[in-house]
């Protein structure tokens, strides 16, 4: 061709038929077409499982294996490649259609429901012998004994949302929203480790997320790798961190996340509004990114739907959570949050590394709080550079959300085929949710590893669904979303 589009912003528009005869011209084609010959090589699946890769192994056993500044960074990156290569495939979703009875063979099924009981019993096996390793103590962590005080108050009728001072000795507000201890009532009741309660929370995120697709109809060995995705990071996360399992609740929270990708997926209201819920009065920070959610569905399916939807969340919550406990102390947010203010400057200043002498949780190799710690730390200087953060992690969410409507905003406009897609445009939700958690928890001002293991989780979602449906990569072709 006589020009190139390269060579045309490099001020060259005609006569040029051998690009390399000016050298800037050269470069910049040579690496057009390196990366055109990469991408077609390396399709958005392959980047997703690369991504997912990286990001399970730099927050396992390659934590911090770069250093407390360069590894989360990494590992920040390999979330967002996760996120951004979902969101560039279109799944073959077929959601309304149930297993075939003769579709596949009796001995698959069999195998398949062999491996994941072998599976969940190892699992179990393990954690088994981690929970009479750990005990439950204040001394080791303050997690559980408080959700044991908010269960026994619950179930002895007494106010459950007072502080805490007198049970644990020293100033602690009821900070945990209801679906973080209300579970744990079965095992108060059994006499069961209040651990168990979480593991099972955890492995009915990951049987919705299994159950899903297997309605796919997937081929028997992606089945099969799609069931081990799940239970093979459980295992890396037991293996290099058991404190995330021993003494938090966590997983429970990740089965929550889990439930809630999956019923964005089948498109059930009902399904959706309970699961949301359960994210609400866990983790109350996904209520950011709801407007974005909220305008997909109300393109999508329609006011109506969207309406009902929200109706229904809004009257669990209410029901659950600000009527029973904000109308008796609406300050009670507000206070939390300056709590855990002021736990963030303790952990800046006090809790500190004895070998580098620097705190421990914010340079512990997967959040970005390391960026923002000061050179000289003092009192005002930690708290100014934890304002700093607190603001950046807020406008870098807030990109998120506005730029995932306005991403879906041009493929109603210039793709509309695509954005006509009931699947694609639940996928995209999915996709943006997790670009959503990894921004909010890689910048954390105190990033604990437990946290951060809902994020980790939520990928397997994303990997299991690429990984057992047919996809297409829309680069590329008359449909392209990039």
Request: proline share 6%; aromatic share 14%.
């Amino acid at each position: 061709m006589p020009w190139s589009a390269p060579g045309y912003l490099c001020g060259v528009r005609v006569g040029i038929t051998r690009p390399e005869a000016v050298p800037i011209v050269g470069i910049v084609d040579f690496f057009v077409r390196r990366y055109r010959q990469v991408a077609a090589r390396w399709p958005a699946a392959g980047w997703l499982y690369l991504s997912f890769a990286l990001e399970v192994y730099f927050f396992t056993w390659g934590r911090g294996i770069w250093g407390a500044y360069f590894s989360p960074v990494v590992f920040t990156l390999a979330g967002i490649g996760v996120g951004v290569s979902a969101m560039r495939l279109r799944p073959n979703l077929d959601t309304s259609s149930p297993l075939p009875r003769n579709g596949r063979r009796w001995w698959q099924l069999t195998a398949l429901v062999g491996l994941l009981s072998g599976g969940v019993a190892g699992l179990a096996r393990m954690l088994s012998r981690l929970y009479s390793t750990w005990l439950i103590r204040i001394q080791t962590s303050d997690i559980l004994p408080a959700i044991r005080i908010y269960v026994r108050r619950f179930l002895w009728g007494s106010g459950v949302y007072r502080p805490f001072d007198a049970e644990v000795g020293y100033a602690l507000l009821p900070g945990y929203l209801p679906a973080t201890w209300l579970p744990f009532v079965a095992a108060e009741w059994t006499g069961a480790d209040y651990r168990w309660v979480s593991a099972a929370g955890l492995l009915l995120g990951i049987g919705a997320a299994w159950w899903w697709v297997l309605r796919q109809r997937p081929a028997w060995g992606a089945a099969v790798a799609a069931a081990a995705v799940p239970l093979l990071v459980v295992y890396a996360v037991i293996r290099t961190d058991s404190a995330i399992f021993a003494i938090t609740a966590e997983a429970l929270v990740a089965g929550y996340f889990l439930l809630f990708g999956v019923a964005l997926l089948s498109g059930s209201v009902v399904a959706r509004a309970l699961a949301l819920t359960l994210c609400l009065l866990s983790r109350y920070f996904i209520a950011v990114w709801l407007p974005l959610l909220g305008l997909l569905l109300l393109w999508q399916e329609g006011w109506r739907r969207t309406a009902a939807f929200g109706a229904l969340v809004a009257a669990l919550v209410t029901a659950i959570y600000v009527w029973p406990v904000l109308t008796q102390w609406p300050e009670l947010p507000l206070k939390v949050q300056a709590a855990y203010g002021q736990v963030a400057l303790a952990e800046w200043q006090h809790n500190i590394n004895t070998n580098t002498g620097l705190p421990y949780h914010p340079f512990n190799g997967l959040g970005l709080a390391p960026w923002f710690y000061p050179t000289t730390p003092t009192p005002a200087s930690v708290a100014a550079a934890i304002a700093v953060q607190q603001r950046v992690q807020l406008a870098l969410l807030t990109l998120v959300v506005v730029g995932g409507g306005l991403r879906w905003t041009w493929l109603r406009r210039f793709r509309p085929t695509i954005a006509a897609s009931t699947g694609y445009v639940r996928w995209y939700a999915v996709g943006s949710l997790k670009l959503f958690l990894v921004v909010f928890y890689g910048f954390l001002h105190v990033p604990y590893s437990y946290l951060i293991l809902v994020s980790v989780l939520f990928s397997t979602l994303l990997v299991m669904v690429v990984g057992a449906t047919q996809v297409r990569q829309a680069d590329h072709t008359s449909l392209s979303v990039s």
